[in-house]
């Protein structure tokens, strides 16, 4: 018997006109700012006595599921050899997450230098998707709250209640690591409310976050992974209509299985359009690797 294919992208597939409808409608965030009214606490320069590394413990405790990535691990190892060499600390400004200063210069030689020398894409995106994330989680610590990632003179944990999501749905927050421990990001507000295992934080070009994500809507079938990308001939369909349709078509299979097996997974792209559009291309690649390994 011909195994099914691990899962599918419904009412959602990019169509000719998408382009241009993401131009027409573009919603593209407007980029941080010291002055933005919705943050009392100011930006603040922050200088590091050395780049510590990441613990399992705050690499989780940001929202993450997976070990410390090892590409992460691996930049902030150069960092440390960077600044050893140079005689300079690690300068933070702006929104924690930018070098600034002396070392930002020097820094930004030697990865660019690295980036060129990496030899496929794959290799690229995973080193400039680390890159960035190491240089956030470096920036914000100490100076944003770990779960709502607002500086801690702003924090609003208090005014959150946790809320159970019902156990057949699991959403699946795919951001661009430009957006992680963003302060006006609003997605990881899912992670918070509903927890990490109901609202599962996954960062673009990770691979020990990617790979949790591909093998979890792998072991529950296409039929129940949704992505939620604007399709302008998608039908609009509710998670109702969408439980009731699986139902009824595998009414049979549920009768030799155990009732509430099955987990609906939503995908949510978090990032800007023109980022979300190499997101959502690397999401049906990854369905196509998926097939493949199958079929061997």
């Given at each position: 018997?011909?195994?099914a294919?691990?899962?599918?992208?419904?009412a959602?597939?990019?169509?000719?006109?998408?382009p241009?409808?993401?131009?027409?409608?573009r919603?593209?965030?407007?980029?941080f700012?010291?002055?933005?009214?919705?943050?009392?606490?100011?930006?603040?320069k922050?200088?590091?006595?050395?780049?510590?590394?990441?613990?399992?413990?705050?690499?989780?405790?940001?929202?993450?599921?997976?070990?410390v990535?090892?590409?992460?691990?691996?930049?902030i190892?150069?960092?440390?050899?960077?600044?050893?060499?140079?005689?300079?600390?690690?300068?933070?400004?702006?929104?924690h997450?930018?070098?600034?200063g002396?070392?930002k210069?020097?820094?930004?030689?030697?990865?660019?230098?690295?980036?060129?020398?990496?030899?496929?894409s794959?290799?690229?995106?995973?080193?400039?998707?680390?890159?960035?994330?190491?240089?956030r989680?470096?920036?914000?610590?100490?100076?944003?709250?770990?779960?709502?990632?607002?500086?801690?003179?702003d924090?609003?944990?208090s005014?959150?209640?946790?809320?159970?999501?019902?156990?057949?749905?699991?959403f699946?927050?795919?951001?661009?690591?430009?957006?992680?421990?963003?302060?006006?990001?609003?997605?990881?507000?899912?992670?918070?409310?509903?927890?990490?295992?109901?609202?599962?934080?996954?960062?673009?070009?990770?691979?020990?976050?990617?790979?949790?994500?591909?093998?979890?809507?792998?072991?529950?079938?296409?039929?129940?992974?949704?992505?939620?990308?604007?399709?302008?001939?998608?039908?609009?369909?509710?998670?109702?209509?969408?439980?009731?349709?699986?139902?009824?078509?595998?009414?049979?299979?549920?009768?030799?299985s155990?009732?509430?097996?099955?987990?609906?997974?939503?995908?949510?792209?978090?990032?800007t359009?023109?980022?979300?559009?190499?997101?959502?291309?690397?999401?049906?690649?990854?369905?196509?690797?998926?097939?493949?390994?199958?079929?061997?």
């Open positions: 018997m011909a195994m294919r691990p899962f599918i992208f419904k959602c597939l990019l169509s000719a006109e998408t241009n409808l993401l131009k027409k409608n919603m593209d965030p407007k980029p700012s010291e002055k933005d009214q919705f943050f009392s606490a100011k930006a603040e922050v200088t590091t006595n050395g780049a510590a590394n990441i613990s399992l413990q705050e690499w989780q405790g940001w929202g993450a599921i997976s070990p990535p090892a590409m992460v691990i691996e930049v190892q150069d960092l440390k050899l960077l600044e050893k060499d140079i005689g300079a600390h690690l300068d933070f400004g702006g929104n997450g930018k070098l600034q002396d070392f210069v020097q820094e930004d030689k030697k990865h660019r230098a690295k980036f060129q020398s990496l030899g496929n794959e290799k690229k995106l995973q080193f400039f998707s680390a890159r960035q994330i190491a240089c989680l470096l920036g914000s610590r100490g100076y944003l709250c770990q779960k709502c990632w607002l500086p801690m003179e924090c609003m944990c005014r959150l209640l946790p809320f159970p999501l019902w156990h057949r749905i699991r699946w927050l795919y951001m661009h690591p430009k957006d992680f421990l963003r302060q006006n990001n609003t997605g990881k507000l899912l992670c918070q409310v509903f927890g990490t295992h109901a609202a599962t934080l996954c960062l673009f070009g990770i691979s020990e976050l990617e790979e949790i994500m591909w093998s979890a809507l792998n072991f529950s079938g296409r039929r129940n992974v949704w992505c939620l990308y604007p399709n302008k001939n998608a039908m609009p369909m509710s998670v109702q209509d969408t439980f009731i349709q699986n139902s009824s078509r595998d009414h049979q299979s549920e009768q030799n155990v009732l509430g097996d099955e987990r609906m997974n939503f995908i949510l792209i978090d990032g359009w023109s980022n979300s559009q190499a997101m959502f291309k690397r999401l049906k690649m990854g369905d196509k690797k998926k097939e493949k390994r199958k079929e061997i």
